[in-house]
Structure formats: C-alpha cells, structure tokens
Nanobody, 124 residues
Framework: QVQLVESGGGLVQAGGSLRLSCAAS????????MGWFRQAPGKEREFVSA????????YYSDSVKGRFTISRDNAKNTVYLQMNSLKPEDTAVYYC?????????????????WGQGTQVTVSS
C-alpha cells in the first residue's frame, strides 16, 4: 500500500514556473515507477511524465517535453515535477501516481496508486 500526497500547485502567469511535490508513505516507494498525470475540466486524465524506480529513465508527453522535468529522491520518498514556461493549456488538476507498470508503459497504464491531486492554474 502506498499513500501519495501532492503539493505545490497554485496560480501562476503564463511563462512562469511551479514545482510540484508528491510525498509517498510506505517502505516500498523505491520499487515503484512514479509519474504525473493531469486532468482538465471536461477532459480525460492524460499522461504527463514518468520516472523509473531508480530515476535513470524519464518519459514525457509531447505537450510538456522540454518544459517539464521529473525527478525523484528515494531517500525522501518524494517525486517532483518542475514545470517551466507554463501555458494556459497546462491548467489542470495534477495527480501523482505510483505505478505497478514499468515507467515506459505508464502512459497507457492506470494500475497503481493515486494521490488526491493538486490544482495548477495558468493565467494568460
């Protein structure tokens, strides 16, 4: 069992930056691939980024590649999402996930644990 708590969301102007954090409970955090998804009003939840259990492999959706950076600190049981050059279309609730799938498959995988989400709003 893994419990996830996101933080760091908020309101930012276009072009600004935010860093999301996801704190995980449980001694097996380092064995999970971790990722971020987002869901905008009226839209399906979509994949944003994933990182392998050791942090050596990262994956991004085309819409955030080059602007967002995922990282993890297994000693702190925390995964981060650094978001730069934010755009109004990045506005969504962002969810942290601990996946039972490999990090390379997280874009298509919904099997795992989820946080409660944190709101990110980017104004134009």
């Amino acid at each position: 069992q893994v419990q996830l708590v996101e933080s760091g969301g908020g309101l930012v102007q276009a072009g600004g930056s935010l860093r999301l954090s996801c704190a995980a409970s449980g001694r097996t955090f380092s064995s999970y691939a971790m990722g971020w998804f987002r869901q905008a009003p009226g839209k399906e939840r979509e994949f944003v980024s994933a990182i392998s259990w050791g942090g050596g492999n990262t994956y991004y959706s085309d819409s955030v590649k080059g602007r967002f950076t995922i990282s993890r600190d297994n000693a702190k049981n925390t995964v981060y999402l650094q978001m730069n050059s934010l755009k109004p279309e990045d506005t969504a609730v962002y969810y942290c996930a601990a996946s039972r799938c490999a990090s390379s498959k997280m874009a298509e995988c919904r099997d795992g644990y989820w946080g409660q989400g944190t709101q990110v709003t980017v104004s134009s």
